[in-house]
């Protein structure tokens, strides 16, 4: 087991970019998750503001 860790002296620079590519893989999604979150939260605000502005629109012609 040691030895496939060890990867015939390898080991310790082939493990590191693979904890690395892990990392990276994760904050990439995770940061993606965020950004879409914010985008949606972005689209939902701009839709209620139009909605109210149409509603308030409606209310002053009466």
């Known amino acids: 087991?040691?030895?496939?860790?060890?990867?015939?002296?390898?080991?310790?620079?082939?493990?590191?970019?693979?904890?690395?590519?892990v990392i990276v893989v994760v904050m990439c999604a995770v940061l993606a998750r965020r950004r879409h979150r914010s985008v949606l939260n972005d689209i939902r605000a701009q839709i209620s503001a139009q909605v109210r502005a149409q509603i308030h629109a409606m209310e002053t012609k009466e």
């Open 1 to 21: 087991m040691s030895e496939t860790l060890a990867m015939g002296g390898y080991g310790a620079y082939v493990w590191s970019s693979v904890g690395l590519t």
